[in-house]
């Protein structure tokens, strides 16, 4: 598998979150990519619109702006 490009990240968190609210740490796990990488393309996405932030407990927890389609 290649080195994932900025822009095949950004997609494939996209993707991820148009199914369903995840984690920091499930995004990182599930793209198989550091914690502090995710965190980072999240907080660029949410600085974008894209994204929506909430507190879970001690968790951060992102969702599509919009919310997820079915």
């Given amino acids: 598998m290649d080195a994932p490009t ?3 990240l950004e997609s494939r968190i ?4 148009d199914k369903r609210l995840m984690s ?3 995004i990182a796990k599930e793209l198989k990519i550091g914690r502090g990488v ?3 393309y999240l907080e660029a996405l949410k600085n974008q ?4 932030l909430y507190k879970v407990g ?3 927890v ?5 919310g997820i389609k079915k």
């Fill in 6 to 8: 900025p822009d095949n």
């Fill in 14 to 17: 996209i993707s991820l979150l």
């Fill in 24 to 26: 920091v740490s499930q």
């Fill in 38 to 40: 995710a965190a980072g």
């Fill in 49 to 52: 619109g894209k994204l929506e």
């Fill in 58 to 60: 001690r968790s951060n």
């Fill in 62 to 66: 992102y969702i599509l702006r919009g």
